[in-house]
């Protein structure tokens, strides 16, 4: 027995001394960066940002390679499937948090096989009608929906994004009875709107900027935990009485699980120091995004969160699973 126990301490002692190698000489060729949607969007944009400053700060390359589709399973997948060497990494999303809930099987556990490094930041989602809607504030809306139940359309992305469920829970939590309408992209929502097709939408704050600006839209609320920085007279839906009510996209970064810790603690301190520079600020800023970094330990819990309290609004919704 005493022979056991020594052979397993200089197994660990052994592994231990790999490990701190590894950190050590971490990084010594290029790092990627797996995004599961497609090039030129938000998700990638910070992806891209993020790795350029990563890249002048770890000295080797930091690459990013798109691979959009299936829910953002198969980019999941692939990262999980990748050697835990620090090498390859995953732009999580409130995609990998709802896919729990959403599909039947998934071809890995998101908490046992990936590891969160830190969050990126956040992405407030908007509440908004048209310019012409009769509805100049949140109580507007409500009243209307009270006194005419089934009467109010409410319209969001296809059926399981973060903006369809924002919109089920917005249902939910003000317990009234509406029709929430999914639509094929933002594009197909904000011209609903403006043409009187649906009363109300819910929508990632980003994309709606220029049609708030020019008027053709406005914003009754956002649904973060606090206000937006980028309009702060804006107030939330908890503000206005709505108490549990909050929803908002998320980025994030993650390594396959057994990525030796000195490595994600290297990751890691790359990941906090470049959403402090003023550069990435900036260009984060121009992307609605409020950059926000986070250790490895909580950006585990709130994974966890995320998962267990998307689940609980797709079955509340009784949204099929896939």
């Known amino acids: 027995m005493r022979r056991f126990i020594q052979l397993l301490l200089i197994i660990s002692v052994f592994f231990g001394f790999i490990s701190l190698s590894q950190a050590q000489e971490f990084p010594s060729k290029p790092i990627k960066i797996i995004v599961p949607f497609g ?77 969160p490094i830190s969050t990126l930041g956040y992405f407030d989602i908007a509440i908004i009608v048209s310019s012409q809607s009769p509805f100049n504030t949140m109580n507007d809306l409500l009243a209307f929906s009270k006194a005419n139940p089934g009467k109010l359309n409410l319209g969001s992305i296809n059926i399981g994004s973060t903006q369809n469920l924002a919109a089920e829970l917005f249902k939910t939590q003000t317990h009234l009875d509406m029709q929430v309408i999914p639509f094929n992209g933002t594009a197909a929502v904000i011209t609903a709107v403006r043409g009187g097709q649906i009363d109300v939408a819910t929508e990632i704050l980003g994309p709606i900027v220029p049609q708030v600006n020019s008027k053709a839209v406005r914003i009754l609320a956002v649904t973060g935990a606090k206000r937006s920085p980028f309009y702060p007279d804006i107030p939330t839906a908890k503000e206005l009485g709505i108490k549990e009510f909050t929803a908002s996209s998320w980025n994030a970064l993650a390594a396959p699980a057994k990525t030796p810790e000195p490595i994600i603690m290297k990751l890691n301190n790359a990941i906090v120091t470049a959403l402090k520079s003023p550069d ?29 309290r998307w689940s609980k609004i797709i079955q509340q919704a009784n949204i099929a699973k896939q």
């Open 39 to 115: 090039p030129g969007g938000i998700a990638d944009l910070t992806a891209r940002t993020v790795a350029q400053k990563m890249s002048e700060l770890m000295g080797q390359g930091v690459i990013v390679e798109n691979r959009p589709g299936a829910g953002g399973i198969a980019a999941a997948e692939a990262v999980v499937k990748s050697d835990p060497d620090g090498y390859t990494l995953l732009l999580m999303s409130n995609a990998n948090a709802i896919s729990v809930g959403l599909f039947n099987k998934l071809p890995f556990d998101t908490l046992r096989d990936l590891t």
């Open 280 to 308: 990435v600020k900036a260009r984060l800023s121009e992307l609605y995004m409020d950059p926000q970094s986070s250790s490895p330990e909580d950006a585990k819990k709130f994974l966890s969160q995320e998962i267990n």
